[in-house]
């Protein structure tokens, strides 16, 4: 509720022109908006219709239909806003458009607070159905940060990345620690926990030097040909340590599916996370910068 209070206190979410596509226009018309109650979760409906997905507390019930009252047009706004992130910042829906297609476009944004004027939005996508009896059959898609005060993202968004990889790990194995058998944890070995370690610290010198290199705004607007091929390769070079602790997650993740250890879905995460990451860099990075150093325009 504290998220859901916090966004509808804002005056606006600016949003700059852009156009939708057909995918782009289906996820906007079948988009779910999810918040932490006291107990269970406050999920928005496409018509913000609110849903729980367990008994709210009278103040809870009555602070919602206020907001909702009050803010239908701002809540509208936010999900244009998330889409622009998403379109501009993320590769979450390529990433995973066949799976959201293949559930009609619902994807369900859970909005999670993560800094002054920062959420962390979690994305997932559910079969058709009503959206509480079936919240079990969610399928996670991967993670993004939203900044809401402006959708200028700096260093193209490394310093989220930053943050958020070594905290997923360190989460990772805490999790494990709870959650998986003596037997589970063998079957995967330390040295796969101990590679993970050691790619996070590389990418974590990677990604310092780039964010203390260069200008939080990496456009030609700022550089010049020469300094953004140069980012270009230093984003290239990030996207291949993604891409092997993507491998190590992968190797993790396949004696706990085949033991049918509760445990996998966390790794499974942390790998979708990364393949995110990687195509992420590939698409909305180094395409773009090379397609603007060679003044390619279709």
């Keep these: 509720m504290k998220t859901l209070s916090a966004l509808v206190e804002r005056e606006t979410f600016h949003v700059p022109a852009f156009a939708l596509d057909l995918f782009q226009k289906e996820v906007r018309d079948n988009l779910h908006l999810e918040f932490f109650l006291t107990q269970g979760r406050l999920i928005l409906t496409p018509n913000l219709a609110p849903l729980t997905t367990s008994e709210a507390t009278p103040a809870e019930e009555e602070r919602v239909q206020v907001m909702l009252e009050e803010n239908q047009d701002l809540l509208e706004q936010l999900k244009l806003y998330l889409l ?12 995973n458009s066949y799976d959201v297609a293949l559930n009609e476009h619902r994807v369900i944004s859970r909005f999670l607070p993560y800094g002054p004027g920062v959420c962390e939005v979690k994305l997932y996508t559910q079969p058709p159905g009503d959206p509480v009896e079936r919240y079990g059959d969610r399928i996670y898609l991967g993670r993004d940060c939203l900044p809401l005060d402006s959708p200028r993202r700096p260093h193209l968004g490394l310093g989220y990345l930053r943050r958020s990889l070594p905290e997923q790990i360190a989460k990772l194995k805490g999790r494990l620690e709870r959650c998986a058998t003596a037997a589970e944890r063998a ?9 993970l370690d050691e790619l996070a610290e590389d990418f974590v010198t990677r990604a310092e030097r780039v964010l203390h290199t260069y200008p939080a705004d990496l456009s030609s607007r700022v550089l010049d040909a020469e300094r953004l091929l140069e980012a270009n390769r230093e984003f290239r070079e990030i996207k291949h340590v993604f891409s092997e602790a993507e491998s190590v997650a992968q190797e993790m993740e396949e004696p706990l599916l085949a033991a049918g250890s509760d445990a996998a ?6 790998r979708k996370d990364l393949r995110n990451d ?19 325009h279709i």
Excluded: P, Q
């Design 278 to 296: 990687v195509n992420y860099i590939m698409l909305k990075v180094n395409g773009r910068i090379s397609d603007v150093v060679n003044g390619i």
């Design 187 to 195: 079957a995967i070995g330390s040295d796969c926990l101990a590679s």
């Design 84 to 95: 622009y992130n998403l379109s501009l910042y993320s590769a979450l829906l390529e990433t």
């Design 265 to 270: 879905r966390y790794v499974t995460k942390l």
